[in-house]
């Protein structure tokens, strides 16, 4: 048969089933799925799930700040967290400065990735700065090169577009079949409550969560639906935080619009009590993420979402700053919450604590987790079926699960770039043991392995643009 590599004696988990199943890899890809296989080499999977890998849809990755703090991973060290944590894709953005052409910021980030990624890597754009040739020229012609979807802001002084731009871009990717992603929080709401905050004092880091209320986003996820609906395009409304915005979502989904969904771990593991730190200080700035934490009412809607399809996709947006001078705590910050640079870490344990809280909790089924956290984002993103599906043909990309293997997640066994977790502490039964990339083992046991062997992945159209 001339197999390179045999996955053996594992149980086989797809978004559709789950069976018992040697898996046999040739020249990177999956070549036969059936039983007593044998090849050059073989490893055993005995008590072990075989998944497909991960597939982070949203991760933040070496992108500049307006206020020249520093993101705490560059490309090497992200995907080498990703990769062991699971993952064997990851879509991190190419953000446009105002002022830059749009292909001269894709160009820039490949520079920042090329010979560094562990992980396969595709980039979604950022679109800050719509110009008549941004939207004329430029956009149309990264679709058409691989770049098939972009992100929008409905707030941040130096990112939100106005509705007319907004619209102006939906326009764009309806003609070209490109997916939005839209970050619904609405700006001049934050701005109101937050001058107000500030009036009364009140600037600790705990104030970010009342600042990014979630009528606001609630408001703006309403808003970006209509807008959508006005074009007739499909959206993602990315990092969903809580029932409000859900509804929304519901209601746009019952009248028939195409409105897909995100959510994150950070609104299923944390609320925003944790932004009060030890004593409303500063140790609350380590929870600060837009949107924000909600409650544990929240919680539960998302969980509910999570299961009954309201969610799509399931992704860390890791946005990681260090708890030191270079990231999170400056004087400016610590003088008001508003200079907290808004993010967390997570592409590393995205994938255990959905695992542990989901399915080892019996939450969610095994099926769901695997759609939600590699089969739909490659569906949704114009990956599938080259990613996102244990099947014959698919890139040999394989996550092998433990999920007996119990232990507490710690910021000294991670890989990322960060000083800390968000998740110190949190129990987790069920753990990722190696990960593979195209049948090349890129991490053990909670440690990346080997040199950088990922590729940027253009990508096809969305599923989202299926009759
Ligand atoms: N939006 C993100 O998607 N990530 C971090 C910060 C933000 O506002
Ligand atoms: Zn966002
Ligand atoms: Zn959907
Ligand atoms: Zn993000």
């Known amino acids: 048969s001339g197999l390179d590599l045999v996955i053996a004696g594992g149980t086989v988990v797809t978004a559709a089933d789950t069976y018992a199943a040697d898996i046999g890899i040739r020249d990177g890809r999956i070549a036969q799925i059936g039983h007593n296989l044998s090849g050059a080499d073989r490893i055993d999977a005995t008590g072990l799930l075989v998944l497909p890998g991960g597939i982070d849809a949203h991760v933040h990755l070496d992108q500049p700040t307006s206020d020249g703090t520093t993101m705490a991973d560059d490309f090497a060290s992200g995907t080498r967290s990703a990769a062991a944590g699971g993952n064997t894709t990851v879509l991190p953005f190419a953000l446009q400065i105002r002022g830059q052409s749009l292909r001269a910021c894709v160009e820039d980030y490949h520079r920042k990735a090329q010979g560094n990624c562990h992980t396969d890597v595709s980039f979604h754009l950022i679109v800050s700065d719509p ?11 990264l679709v058409r090169d691989g770049y098939t979807s972009f992100k929008v802001f409905m707030t941040y002084d130096d990112l939100v577009l106005n509705d007319a ?38 600037t600790a880091p705990y104030y970010h969560g009342q600042a990014h209320a979630q009528i606001a986003e609630r ?23 809580g029932r409000d915005p859900m509804e929304q979502i519901q209601w746009a989904r019952a009248r028939g619009l195409k409105v897909h969904a995100e959510t994150c771990p950070q609104y299923i593991t944390l609320t925003a009590d944790d932004l009060r730190g030890l004593d409303m200080d500063f140790d609350g700035a380590r929870y600060v993420c837009s949107p924000p934490p909600r409650d544990a009412d929240s919680q539960a809607a998302i969980w509910q979402g999570l299961r009954d399809g309201t969610f799509d996709i399931f992704s860390s947006d890791h ?40 399915v080892s909790k019996g939450r969610i089924s095994l099926q769901r987790f695997v759609a939600l956290t590699s089969t739909n984002p490659a569906r949704l993103y114009g ?34 770039g960060c000083d800390y977790t968000p998740y110190e502490g949190l129990q987790i039964t069920g753990w990722p043991v190696r990960t593979l990339l195209r049948g090349q083992t890129i991490a053990q046991d909670g440690r990346p392995c080997g040199d950088p062997q990922g590729a940027h992945l253009a990508r096809g159209t969305s599923e989202a643009f299926a009759p």
Not at 231 to 238: L, W
Not at 385 to 404: E, F, R, V
């Open 131 to 141: 110009t008549p040739q941004v939207l004329g020229q430029e956009l149309p012609a």
């Open 165 to 202: 731009q907004i619209l102006d871009v939906f326009e764009v990717a309806r003609r070209e079949r490109a997916l939005v992603m839209v970050h619904a929080e609405g700006h001049d709401a934050i701005r109101h409550l937050t001058r107000r905050l500030e009036a009364e004092g009140r």
């Open 219 to 241: 408001e703006a996820t309403h808003r970006a639906i209509s807008h959508a609906q006005l074009i007739d395009v499909p959206v993602v409304i990315v990092h969903v935080s």
């Open 319 to 358: 946005c990681p700053f260090r708890i030191d001078a270079t990231g999170k705590d400056t004087p400016r910050a610590r003088s008001s919450f508003k200079y907290v640079p808004n993010g967390i870490p997570g592409v590393e344990t995205r994938l255990p604590i959905l695992f542990s809280e989901g």
């Open 383 to 416: 990956l599938y079926p080259q990613k996102g599906s244990i099947a014959i043909g698919a890139d040999a990309d394989l996550t092998l699960w433990d999920p007996t293997l119990t232990r507490q997640i710690r910021q000294a066994d991670l890989n990322h």
